[in-house]
């Protein structure tokens, strides 16, 4: 009996590496791993690599001397998209191939900051645990300031942390903090001093230049007097359903107010934070259920209307007296902070999960989802 193929879609970057063994974060190897146990084949290619007419794809597929060869092979009845496309044209193909009959999931993940919150917004039982969050403009960043004594401010399409600026009030009055580099790490920050709540020229240039969103900046718990917040990985599973793959905390550098590990933030496992005297008062069984619980509650909400997502990165944070508060929705989830933190059981596991997922949509290939060829609700620019 033939094997069958599970399809990966990467970006040129990762594909052009994939034989050199030199793919970076995207422990590749782990597919393969998690196809062995699976009965399963993984196949990696890009979005050129199809051709509208034909019957196969050339993918690279590791052949039995443990090396990655490119050769034809039938075009996968299952893919999981790992590849970040930014532009129309990519998403009107993605679609093509669903209304094909290929059941490709997280056919989208560039999903903007603000449509997530609003979707978030219509669940009442999450709207306890959201930030105040809107458009950033120049009248709205103000209406912000007379509510709250710090606001963050970012770009609505962007990740990693990558041109994120702070609003803050200070004793001496409100002060910004943005980045002079917005490149893959935000190495130098400037401040300017704001007369009364009169906003930089240079702040109402980038609303105006990029769409932003302002939102409450959340009173996050800290740790050796450092900012922290979560990394909660929720993917669907063998059985088709959400689970929660992991949760790591991401401590914020001396230098920087971010929590981002591409900006300087540091790992640890959560039960390393709440063991520590500070937060010994605390109920770890609580806290580990509460952000487990607001995890799957929101990704439940979103899977609802975006029925393509099954692997979320979800970045939560908790006060000190450990609720939870949502900061943000990845789309396409970065990995390697489990393994950074030693958590090398749920690193694994983020990657066998969409496998298995992947083989759970194989043998149900009747059970169709309703949205599957619906292809006009996802695309946010």
Request: aromatic content about 8%; overall charge positive; charged content about 25%.
């Amino acid at each position: 009996m033939q094997i069958p193929y599970v399809g990966i879609l990467v970006n040129d970057s990762l594909y052009r590496n994939i034989p050199l063994g030199k793919t970076n974060h995207e422990a590749v190897k782990l597919y393969i791993e998690a196809g062995k146990e699976l009965e399963v084949t993984p196949c990696f290619f890009r979005l050129q690599d199809f051709r509208s007419k034909g019957e196969t794809v050339r993918a690279y597929v590791m052949n039995d001397n443990k090396k990655f060869i490119r050769i034809a092979v039938p075009i996968p009845k299952v893919i999981h998209n790992r590849a970040i496309h930014a532009d129309s044209k990519a998403y009107r193909k993605l679609c093509t191939w669903s209304r094909n009959g290929i059941r490709l999931f997280n056919r989208w993940n560039r999903y903007g900051k603000l449509r997530i919150h609003r979707m978030l917004l219509e669940n009442m039982e999450l709207k306890p645990h959201l930030p105040a969050t809107c458009l950033a403009t120049a009248a709205s960043v103000r209406a912000m300031m007379k509510q709250y004594h710090s606001l963050i401010i970012k770009p609505n399409n962007r990740s990693t942390g990558l041109g994120v600026m702070k609003l803050e009030r200070k004793t001496t009055g409100w002060i910004l903090t943005y980045p002079v580099r917005t490149g893959v790490k935000n190495q130098n920050w400037r401040t300017i001093h704001l007369h009364g709540q009169t906003l930089p020229v240079l702040l109402k240039r980038k609303l105006r230049a990029q769409k932003h969103i302002v939102q409450q900046c959340v009173p996050l718990a800290t740790y050796k007097g450092r900012p922290f917040d979560l990394r909660v990985s929720v993917q669907r599973d063998s059985s088709g359903g959400w689970q929660i793959t992991g949760i790591v905390a991401k401590v914020a550098s001396k230098k920087c107010f971010l929590t981002n590990v591409a900006q300087g933030g540091t790992v640890y496992r959560l039960e390393t934070i709440l063991d520590t005297d500070y937060y010994m008062a605390l109920n770890k069984e609580e806290v580990f259920r509460g952000i487990a619980d607001l995890s799957l509650r929101i990704a439940r909400h979103l899977g609802a209307s975006l029925p393509h997502i099954a692997d979320l990165g979800l970045d939560v944070g908790i006060d000190a007296n450990g609720f939870p508060m949502i900061i943000e929705c990845n789309g396409r989830d970065q990995r390697y902070s489990f393994r950074e933190a030693g958590m090398h059981k749920e690193w694994r596991a983020a990657y066998f999960n969409p496998m298995a997922y992947a083989k759970f949509l194989l043998n149900n290939v009747t059970t169709s989802d309703c949205h599957q060829n619906k292809c006009n609700s996802e695309y946010d620019r």
